[in-house]
């Protein structure tokens, strides 16, 4: 059976509760997108999953991230379920101009089955505004998927930043 659902991911200053920025890049890079973080600092990534999934495993650039769940009233009425991490930019490199970094999630869904996001990013320095709060608030990365029977993955179809 052929199950579609959506996935929004936001990333938020774990200091602060504010959404990081992103802007319209263009052809310019291998995404058309790009967020802004900065290298040695604490977000926290919010993962909701319609209708409401199990998320078993989370790994950023390779490295496993505990998920917590978060428990809202009306998730179970909606049909949705969130869950949260910690993830850090410690000991990454600042984005030399003209260069950017990926971000890689793989999430492993109920039932063994995987989903890999690749999420174009450009750190600056530590505390530095200028340039990293540049742009638009990242509401939300928001994800159209499909998972076909008999599959072990999940296949994008379309992808919003809002």
Request: proline content about 1%; glycine content about 6%.
């Amino acid at each position: 059976m052929e199950t579609d659902f959506k996935l929004t991911v936001r990333i938020n200053a774990r200091e602060t509760g504010d959404a990081v920025c992103f802007k319209h890049d263009g052809q310019r890079f291998e995404q058309m997108h790009t967020v802004k973080l900065n290298a040695n600092t604490e977000y926290e990534l919010i993962f909701t999953l319609h209708p409401a999934q199990y998320i078993e495993k989370l790994l950023i650039d390779g490295e496993h991230h505990k998920v917590e769940i978060c428990h809202d009233d009306k998730d179970e009425y909606e049909d949705i379920r969130t869950y949260k991490t910690h993830y850090e930019t410690v000991g990454y490199d600042v984005c030399k101009r003209g260069k950017r970094k990926e971000l890689l999630l793989v999430l492993e869904l109920e039932n063994g089955v995987y989903m890999k996001i690749a999420i174009q990013c450009k750190l600056y320095k530590a505390g530095e505004t200028n340039h990293s709060h540049w742009g638009q608030k990242l509401a939300g990365l928001e994800l159209g998927c499909k998972m076909e029977e008999g599959h072990n993955y999940v296949q994008v179809l379309k992808e919003k930043y809002y």
